[in-house]
């Protein structure tokens, strides 16, 4: 929504800024097609040739997710903390045999199926399951198991970041596209050297809109889209750095209770349940999900 917002207050801003100085709309509104099609139509092209499918599949889903703002909210931390400590506690309690039927058949699980949006996100619960799994493999040093993780995290958020880096190419690319967009229209009114001034102040008029709309559309759209981009990843991977931290502190030997406060600090303050908030959420867990 601020996205949508944000564009229609630059648009007004500058057209109404312009207007109001005294500039005439018919000029810009009659290269505008053209000059688009040269600069947009470029700018895909070469989109298309610097990039893999991948990367295009992950920008134009990125748009997606520029609209829609960051996936996960404070009820969905909350949530997280509440299903680690139950896996966590599940292990303490009952062993690692226990947590078998829940981390190889998740979709069975009580404990995933009493957070929905949580079970329904592959991603999460595939990084659950795949290090609580290795718990019940030994693999349980807890320095070994951070720096494997650490390695996920990282390759996962590189991967993720690909659609915004290339979103921000093509934002840098459109200045140039707007010149090239210029010189085209030079190169047309040199070529009607012999028409009445008029027409070649029209025509120059009309040349100079493509340097205009290469500078708008970078600055004031597709390099900030790309920028927001990066931020919901960066924000959104906050998600899986908490998961990192509960299993960490588990296999250093913590109580479930301590495991998600040191996992409830790497929640990003503005969506971080309280001490209180986290503690009363895990007592109201049912216990029919330990069975």
């Given at each position: 929504?601020?996205?949508?917002?944000?564009?229609?207050?630059v648009?007004?801003?500058?057209f109404?800024?312009?207007?109001?100085a005294?500039?005439?709309?018919?000029?810009?509104?009659?290269?505008?097609?053209?000059?688009?099609?040269?600069?947009?139509?470029?700018?895909?092209?070469?989109?298309?040739?610097?990039?893999?499918?991948?990367?295009?599949?992950?920008?134009?889903?990125?748009?997606?997710?520029?609209?829609?703002?960051?996936?996960?909210?404070?009820?969905?931390?909350r949530?997280?903390?509440?299903?680690?400590?139950?896996?966590?506690?599940?292990?303490?309690?009952?062993?690692?045999?226990?947590?078998e039927?829940?981390?190889?058949?998740?979709?069975?699980?009580?404990?995933?199926?009493?957070?929905?949006?949580?079970?329904?996100?592959?991603h999460?619960?595939?990084?659950?399951?795949?290090?609580?799994?290795?718990?019940?493999?030994?693999?349980?040093?807890?320095?070994?198991?951070?720096?494997?993780?650490?390695?996920?995290?990282?390759?996962?958020?590189?991967?993720?970041?690909?659609?915004?880096?290339?979103?921000s190419v093509?934002g840098?690319?459109?200045?140039?596209?707007?010149i090239?967009?210029?010189?085209?229209?030079?190169?047309?009114?040199?070529?009607?050297?012999?028409?009445?001034?008029?027409?070649?102040?029209?025509?120059?008029?009309?040349?100079?809109?493509?340097?205009?709309?290469g500078?708008?559309?970078?600055?004031?759209i597709?390099?900030?889209?790309a920028?927001?981009?990066?931020?919901?990843?960066d924000?959104?991977?906050?998600?899986?750095n908490?998961?990192?931290?509960?299993i960490?502190?588990?296999?250093?030997?913590?109580?479930p209770?301590?495991s998600?406060?040191?996992?409830?600090?790497?929640?990003?303050?503005?969506m971080?349940?309280?001490?209180?908030?986290?503690?009363?959420?895990?007592?109201?867990?049912?216990?029919?999900?330990f069975?």
């Amino acid at each position: 929504m601020f996205v949508i917002i944000g564009i229609i207050v630059v648009m007004v801003m500058a057209f109404g800024g312009y207007v109001l100085a005294g500039g005439k709309m018919a000029p810009i509104i009659k290269a505008l097609p053209l000059e688009f099609m040269i600069i947009g139509g470029s700018g895909v092209g070469a989109f298309m040739v610097t990039n893999g499918g991948g990367v295009i599949k992950k920008a134009l889903s990125g748009l997606g997710k520029v609209m829609k703002g960051p996936k996960w909210k404070s009820d969905d931390y909350r949530d997280l903390l509440c299903l680690m400590f139950a896996l966590t506690k599940l292990i303490k309690t009952k062993g690692v045999i226990a947590l078998e039927p829940h981390v190889e058949n998740p979709h069975d699980s009580k404990i995933f199926n009493n957070y929905p949006k949580l079970a329904s996100d592959h991603h999460v619960v595939d990084f659950i399951c795949d290090y609580m799994r290795m718990t019940t493999m030994n693999f349980d040093d807890p320095h070994q198991v951070e720096d494997v993780l650490m390695k996920d995290l990282e390759k996962h958020h590189h991967e993720e970041s690909e659609g915004a880096h290339a979103l921000s190419v093509l934002g840098e690319s459109f200045p140039a596209l707007g010149i090239v967009a210029a010189v085209l229209g030079v190169i047309k009114t040199m070529a009607s050297i012999d028409q009445p001034i008029e027409v070649l102040g029209a025509m120059i008029g009309g040349a100079l809109v493509g340097t205009f709309l290469g500078i708008l559309l970078s600055y004031t759209i597709a390099s900030p889209i790309a920028v927001r981009l990066q931020q919901i990843i960066d924000e959104e991977g906050h998600f899986f750095n908490v998961i990192k931290d509960v299993i960490v502190a588990h296999l250093h030997g913590n109580a479930p209770q301590i495991s998600v406060e040191i996992g409830r600090k790497s929640v990003p303050t503005h969506m971080a349940p309280t001490f209180y908030e986290l503690d009363e959420a895990v007592q109201e867990l049912p216990n029919d999900m330990f069975s």
